[in-house]
């Protein structure tokens, strides 16, 4: 079933609505706080370069710290669902300590931490004539570490969605378990992995203002040193709507990428389509009651 | 595993990022330095062991804290700390670098090796002389901030019994009000409790900026900060604020130096009483509007005022 077009109609004027509120809302107060409307579509409409280069930053370390929790949460699964005991415990700890410790709390260690205790120091790297600052490096890694624990489980779930007939009969086949893994397992359980990574993406992408911390110039904390200072100086209200309209449109485009990686990733499957653009955006419109006699259909 | 144009394709998107990732953060913090040298020969060296890169003085500060520090719109950081730390790394044949830091971890960056020195309105008390070496450079006092009309009517040091203080974090100003620190046993809201009025209520921020959002908001009474800088918030938004006119302890802010250091510390100290003597030190704090905060070089040297 495709959304529908009355439904599309509710959802605009629902905007809408919110919109002349604010307005309204904003006449109201003038006279308390002087509303500067230009700063809001000036950083909207015509973003200056420390704008854009927040965005960039954003999304830049977004997409790296995502890679690497993908790959840790890969090896964390395999950890966890391993015989050998050591490597069932270390991937134990791993998830307990990083999903049990807030992410704030995880970055300020990893930077000031480790600096401060001459463990590492996160110098400046040079590649190619260009420096790669420390707290950018800390603030991917540590991003990147908490991230793989939220994927472990996410991993972790997506092969034991996988039916365990699969895989012995891939070890029948002779094939080794590392092989059978990336060829046989980890490819199904790619359709249960995605959804959830989508979502684990879409966080992260808001995530990165918590670098606040160690003074990373992403989006907000860009948006949070031109309230600060300058001209557009103490104008949070004009300023922070403009920069939560830059996060919605960041997490909109994702929307749209999300979409179509899953009609890719579940493709091969019957059954119902995964939901369109609209639903992600409006919420997911009611599922058909779920009728066991299509599943179970004897043996 | 052969390199397939998909996963070559995957490659190079991820080295893209990263190198944007590198690239925003380049334009957002290291602007092009305009150094106006006014030495035409270093008045000292400093020990290349003692900087962290050759060539350069990397400066933290925790930008904003204007007129003392703050970002320009195209990003560049600005301020009288600012203009005095380049004008001391040119004195001594270095490149200014600034790195934009979080007061609460300012110590720890320098200690940690992220830069060469603070200069960032840090009074010098006990505690920050445990663990780094400081070289007085500034005076100010501590001042308090209202919304327009002083609506809370806050006058003296007891009309703020009672009332709501925002305050940056790890600054003197907390230290005062909650009395630790140098002000152990002196704090202000004890003074309230011991007198049978009510404790004062501390919201502490991260950035100082966020204290001064707090009053602006109407969930504190009062911001509490160094006098410069109030005076400044005053002044360049007087549809909002006003001073109270209560001004508490001057006291000698300090340019910090890793405690190992002491090369650097001696050049930066040369360099800085060279601009005193020549006049460019006053010319600096007078485009800032902080005259009233210069020290003799009789105080650099004995640290008391």
Known sequence: MRPTRPRAAVALLGVAALLLILAGCSSNRAGIYPYRWDIFWDSLLRPSPRIVNGIWLTVSIAVTSQIIGVILGVFGALGRLAKLWPARILANVYVWAFRGTPLLVQITLIYYGLLVARIYGWPDLVVLGITFPGGIQAGIFALGVNEGAYMTEIVRAGILSVDPGQLEAARSLGMTYPLAMRRIVLPQAARVIVPPLGNEFNNMLKTTSLLVAIAVPELYVTFEQLNGSGSTSFHPFELFLACACWFLLLTTIWSIIQAFIERRVGRGYSGERPPGLFDRLFGARLRRAFDPSQVSGGR | ?305
């Open chain 2, 1 to 305: 595993m052969l390199l397939t144009p998909r996963k070559g394709a995957i490659g190079a998107i991820v080295a893209l990022l990263i190198l944007a990732a590198c690239q925003a953060n380049n334009a957002g913090t290291s602007p092009s330095a305009a150094i106006q040298s006014t030495a035409a020969s270093p008045v000292a060296t400093v020990p290349t062991d003692q900087l962290k890169f050759p060539g350069k003085l990397v400066a933290c500060i925790d930008i904003p804290y204007p007129p003392q520090e703050s970002f320009d719109d195209q990003g560049n950081p600005q301020g009288s700390d600012v203009d005095i730390a380049r004008e001391t790394a040119s004195r001594l044949g270095l490149i200014l670098d600034v790195e934009n830091s979080v007061f609460s971890t300012i110590i720890p960056a320098l200690t940690g090796g992220k830069c060469d020195i603070i200069i960032s309105a840090q009074n010098i008390n006990a505690d920050r002389l445990k663990v780094v070496d400081m070289i007085p450079y500034f005076k100010a006092g501590q001042a308090f901030v209202a919304a327009k009309g002083n609506p809370k009517n806050i006058k003296a040091k007891d009309d703020l019994c009672g009332k709501v203080v925002a305050v940056q974090e790890a600054t003197t100003e907390l230290d005062y009000l909650q009395g630790t620190g140098d002000y152990k046993g002196a704090g202000l809201s004890d003074g309230c409790t011991k007198a049978g009025k009510p404790a004062i209520t501390i919201k502490t921020f991260v950035k100082d900026n966020d204290a001064l959002l707090a009053l602006q908001s109407g969930t504190a009474d009062v911001y509490f900060a160094d006098s410069p800088v109030a005076g400044f918030y005053a002044k360049s938004h007087p549809d909002q604020f006003e001073l109270t006119g209560l001004t508490l302890d001057v006291a000698i802010e300090g340019i910090s130096v890793d405690k190992g250091h002491t090369g650097l510390r001696d050049a930066v100290k040369t360099a800085l009483l060279s601009m005193i003597n020549d006049g460019t030190y006053m010319k600096i704090l007078q485009k800032w509007g902080d005259q009233d905060s210069a020290i003799t070089a009789d105080q650099v040297n004995s640290g008391k005022l």
